[in-house]
């Protein structure tokens, strides 16, 4: 048996340890299975595995031979529908449920050989930024296990930093794939609105949602984007990108106009998290970058908080909707339907979810439709624009990822307003469409820090080539210390 | 054009009363115990004092948003492909007869 | 009178209409009727979580050839919305359909009657899904009330669903119904649907009111749902407008309702109220993005567009020259029209082809249960027997006769062949009828002498002696000159 370092291996390097045959898929699968055996009680990662099926995969690819990135263990966020394996989407109401068909992306990833690792834990229908809001307890943060993880993608984002996947896929809707790559210290990308599939995965807002991967290293990211990039015939809002995905291989960032976004006036960006911001536009200059310095007028202020959360929560409020327990999923009885409903829904949901389902319903409602979703439809217009106007300047912009560092388990859970702040940074690009990826840039008290890249629509290349520079300069070192050395 | 939708709320921050809530229970069909609904009422009225101000906002002249892609005509050509086989659906219905999904009645 | 005296009736019909796409208008499962409940299902139309609609292609261009075929104005970009509520048989707990930008806006269709065009005109035509079916179990007859629970069938669900509103131009329940047959005949010339009201394909509801001639505002409105046919259709309405009648001149008010009518009872009750006025929350709908409908695609369509009844029933009027009543009942329905077009162009003689389609034929094709196109009698030989009887070969006894063996495949279709075989031919020669006239004559020599004396109608008693003895063939006229002259030999 050979001496894998799960802590120290890219998939890229355990693809080229395959390719060799220093190892075989099955020894690869059975150090992440370990790992995850070791780790998993503790961290509460996943919500479900199957060790028999992944080793099973994994053996498939050993006997009938493989190539590329076949036999990489890749770990999926519970709202992907996997046929009949255990779907929840962190949530009551799906306990239990089978999906009975696969989603595209993942259709993807097995089609390219990668070897199912189980399904993480996630906010309760991907809303949140703490993964508290599980039906099946929070994900302790690898870093320290008294904080969150972030979320809504918290497992998936958890899973690549404690060393128990090598990739991961989230979804991102108002940053819950890279709010919790920055809180945990690793590689988290949302690509374009319509690159990815949506067909098979939980609907949280649908014209926000795109599926993402979580990855130790840049190269990484883009190898796992590769695959599941591309046009879906199921899902009508995706073309796929225009351009092959391409593995980035510059170490500089000369010629590019970079805009960092100043972050005055900004409020409640804790001290380290500007100090680290403010260090990483100093290795941007230092990589050849030309830094200017940009501003997005309206993006940031408080109005596209409130647009993103009328527009996310009313069409959370229909697409939730489908949870009546009638076809599948949990069902309380009632003396007739509609009790059956109200009950089956007053139990299957949890507050936040309650909470969005109802501003939802409220601001649709007759007489405050235009007062609300429509206003917030009007600013996300502002919001294209703020971006197109700003990229008419620059190639890339820069802020951080999350005002603050991981905090503490509880903290926020109580104050929805001060939970909701967390997505300051991210929730801007889901409504404009755009890409943009996370990466750590360094620690403030022992905690990571992401760096946020944002670009044009379908620039994911350039988001990466640039990422990989400064991943490179950054020189963060991903293993959190908790955890370093363990089984 | 849509029928009875409002002008404009002015600029002071409209409250969300508990009655608003039992309302949007009701459109959501979400049950609500009697603490619940109260404690509810507090949370949404606190999100809708900060969010809802975007009412006021004079935006007249910025046309809305729906899709984030200018995409147009993607649509399916006519081809059937065969069904799911019924049991697979059907099995997992909390309820069910020999062939079709069970409910309670739908009532008065 | 249907309309109550004294009042105005004001009706607007609200038509949804099943397409007859070979699948379902957001999954592929396929779009067919019949068959074991819950086997045309998939996750799409079942709405398993994260399942994602994908919009029929041939549903969007079907809905606006009935667009082009009303002359509407086809939207330059039009979208899907949700419309939200929660009901057994909507799985998405909302209907994906379409608001403020359908693809059909406007819209008229002509009536043709005998004091010209009926215009009635539409407010729009837009495009959804059809919902599942609910049986109720242990209370029959779709009732909800006191049943035991409710079984779903999915096979409907997700069925591409065209609604037709028309404005409330109508102003009779005759009127309704006439116009809601003739639209449906429309649509059939289109080829888009079978259009058939008790399997669903075709459902009509009607929204009414009353107000006094010469007022100009419409006053409070009913809606009529799920009538059948157009006969119910016609009572439920006239029923409803007495209803009315009666509460205002009672001095009642009534409210906004949606009634079921029972043609069993001819009473109405009120459905199950909707949750109070539904609030459907619209907003569009973003797994979906909009419709442009190029210029190509339009003018493609355009030209593809079939001859329309009310287009071939005013052809057939002039080109023919046919009274109205032929001339509807030849140019609706496509089946009898083209035949009968083959027919008057074979015999060059379009009076006598339409009256032979119209009469004979039709009735061997009720009584064969054949559409025009499967009658073993082929337009050519038709046209060869109007010709027949046309130039005097053969009278109308005859032509029956030969007619008939036409249908039973005799003579190879060949009428001038079978006249041959069966020596058929019409007698018009005054030497051949001679004899049969002197010898009928004879043997009726009371009425011979009545006849003297003035009693005229016997001519035909007459008439039909001779035709007893010649088989039919004595060409009729030449028969009455012969036995007046023989007769009055005396």
Not at chain 1, 111 to 120: C, D, I, N, W
Not at chain 3, 70 to 87: M, V, W
């Amino acid at each position: 048996m050979a001496v894998f370092d799960v802590e120290a291996t890219s998939a890229e390097e355990i693809a080229r340890l395959l390719d060799a045959r220093e190892l075989t898929c099955e020894e690869v699968a059975g150090a992440y299975l370990s790992r995850m055996a070791a780790h998993n009680d503790a961290l509460n990662v996943f919500l479900h595995v199957d060790e028999e099926r992944t080793l099973a995969q994994a053996r498939a690819h050993d006997n009938e031979g493989r190539s590329g990135i076949a036999g990489v263990p890749m770990a999926y966020k519970d709202l992907f529908c996997i046929r009949d394996v255990p779907t929840t989407a962190g949530s009551r109401v799906l306990e239990g449920y089978k999906p009975p068909y696969t989603a595209t992306v993942v259709r993807r990833c097995e089609a390219a050989g990668l070897v199912e690792l189980g399904k993480t834990n996630m906010d309760e229908f991907a809303m949140g930024s703490s993964t508290e809001n599980s039906a099946y307890g929070v994900t302790r943060n690898p870093w320290d296990a008294e904080r969150v993880p972030g979320g809504s993608s918290g497992g998936s984002a958890a899973a690549v930093a404690a060393s128990m996947a090598p990739l991961s896929l989230g979804t991102d809707t108002g940053g819950s794939i890279r709010q919790p790559a920055a809180l945990c210290g690793v590689v988290g990308m949302k690509p374009t609105y319509g690159a990815v599939s949506r067909y098979g995965v939980v609907a949280f807002a649908s014209s926000l949602d795109q599926v993402g991967p979580f990855a130790r290293t840049v190269r990484d990211c883009a190898l796992a984007l590769r695959v599941i990039a591309g046009p879906d015939i199921c899902d009508s809002t995706c073309l796929g990108p225009p351009e092959p995905i391409e593995l980035p291989e510059r170490e500089d960032l000369r010629g590019l106009r970079v805009g960092a976004i100043s972050l005055e006036g900004v409020g409640g960006v804790e001290p380290g998290v500007r100090a680290s911001y403010e260090a990483a536009l100093e290795t941007v200059r230092g990589l050849g970058a030309e830094l200017v310095e940009a501003s997005l007028e309206f993006s940031l202020t408080p109005h596209a908080l409130a647009a993103y959360y009328l527009i996310a929560p009313a069409e959370a409020s229909a697409n939730l909707a489908r949870y009546d327990g009638v076809r599948y999923g949990l069902r309380v009885p009632g003396d007739d339907i509609f009790e059956m409903y109200d009950k089956t829904r007053q139990r299957g949901f949890g507050r936040e979810v309650k909470r969005r389902c109802l501003i939802g319903a409220y601001a649709l409602s007759a007489g405050y439709y235009d007062a609300y979703y429509g206003q917030a439809q009007r600013v996300r217009t502002l919001i294209r624009r703020d971006f197109d106007a700003a990229f008419e300047k620059c190639d890339l912009l820069l802020t951080p990822t999350s005002p603050t560092v991981a905090f503490r388990i509880g903290e926020l859970v109580d104050d929805p307003l001060a939970m909701y702040a967390c997505d300051l940074f991210t929730l801007p690009v889901n409504l404009s469409g755009l890409p943009a990826i996370s990466l750590p840039c360094g620690l403030s008290e022992g905690l990571p820090v992401g760096l946020h890249l944002a670009g044009p629509a379908f620039s994911e290349n350039r988001l990466l080539a640039a990422a990989h520079a400064l991943e490179g300069a950054f020189a963060f070192d991903p293993r959190p210390p908790a955890l370093m050395g363990a089984a | 054009m849509r029928p009875g939708r409002a002008r404009l709320l002015d600029s002071k921050a409209v409250s969300l009363t508990p009655d608003d809530v039992r309302h949007a229970a009701a459109l959501a069909h979400i049950g609500l115990e009697p603490g619940e609904l109260e404690s509810l009422a507090r949370d949404l009225a606190g999100i809708l004092d900060h969010v809802g101000r975007i009412a006021s906002l004079d935006l007249a002249d910025v046309p809305p948003t729906s899709h984030a892609l200018d995409l147009v005509n993607v649509l399916g050509d006519d081809v059937p492909r065969p069904p799911w086989p019924r049991e697979e659906l059907l099995s997992l219905a909390p309820e069910r007869t020999a062939d079709g999904f069970l409910v309670p009645p739908i009532g008065a | 009178m249907s309309v109550p005296a004294g009042w105005e009736a004001v009706i607007g019909l609200e038509i949804h209409v099943q397409l007859s796409t070979r699948s379902k208008m957001f999954c592929r499962c396929p779009n067919e009727s019949g068959g074991e409940p819950n086997t045309r299902i998939c996750p799409v139309c079942t709405a398993q979580p994260g399942a994602l609609p994908v919009a029929n292609r041939a549903a969007v261009e079907r809905t606006i050839e009935v667009g082009l075929a009303l002359g509407s104005e086809i939207a330059a970009h039009s979208t899907f919305h949700r419309k939200n509520y929660f009901y057994p048989d909507s799985p998405k707990a909302y209907q994906i359909s379409q608001f403020d930008e359908p693809l059909c806006s406007g819209g008229r269709l002509a009536v043709p009657t005998a004091d010209g065009d009926d215009v009635v005109g539409f407010e729009r035509v837009h495009l959804e899904e059809d919902a599942a079916k609910t049986i109720h179990e242990g209370g029959g007859g779709g009732r909800l009330a006191g049943s035991h629970g409710a079984v779903v069938d999915f096979n409907r669900c997700g069925t591409p669903l065209m609604e037709m509103v028309t404005k409330p131009d109508l102003r009779s329940p005759e009127q309704a119904s006439r116009f809601a047959s003739f639209l449906r005949e429309t649509i059939i010339a289109l080829g888009v649907s079978e259009c058939d009201m008790e399997k669903g394909s075709l459902r009509v509801d009607a929204n009414v009111s009353l107000r006094r001639p010469g007022e100009d505002e419409l006053r409070t409105k009913t809606e009529l749902k799920n009538m059948n046919s157009f006969s119910f259709l016609e009572r439920g309405i006239a029923r409803e407008l007495r209803r009315q009648a009666e509460l205002y001149e009672a001095g009642e008010e009534f409210s906004t309702q949606t009634l079921h009518y029972d043609p069993s009872s001819d009473e109405l009750t009120v459905l199950r109220s909707k949750e109070l006025a539904h609030d459907y929350r619209y907003f569009p709908e973003p797994d979906l993005v909009p419709i442009e409908p190029s210029a190509e695609l339009i003018d493609g369509l355009r030209a593809s567009l079939p001859e329309l009844p009310a287009a071939r029933v005013r052809r057939f009027e002039s080109e023919y020259e046919l009274p109205l009543a032929q001339a509807l009942d030849l140019g609706i329905g496509s089946g009898l029209a083209a035949y009968f077009e083959e027919v008057a162009a074979a015999s060059g003689d379009a009076r006598g082809a339409a009256n032979w389609v119209l009469n004979e034929f039709s009735a061997h094709l009720n009584e064969a249960r054949l559409s025009a196109a499967e009658s073993p009698v082929r337009p050519a030989a038709l046209a060869a027997l109007v010709g027949l009887v046309a130039d005097g070969t053969l009278g109308s006894s005859g032509a029956k006769q030969v007619f008939a063996a036409l249908v039973d495949g005799e003579g190879g279709g060949d009428p001038a062949a079978i006249v041959a075989a069966r020596g058929l031919g019409q007698i018009a020669d005054a030497d051949a009828l001679a004899a049969v006239v002197a010898e009928v004559v004879a043997a009726h020599a009371q009425q011979a002498e009545q006849f003297r004396g003035g009693k005229e109608n016997l001519m035909g008693f007459f008439v039909g002696q001779v035709m007893k003895a010649t088989g039919g063939r004595a060409e009729p006229q030449l028969a009455q000159r012969l036995l007046r002259e023989e007769i009055a030999r005396g």
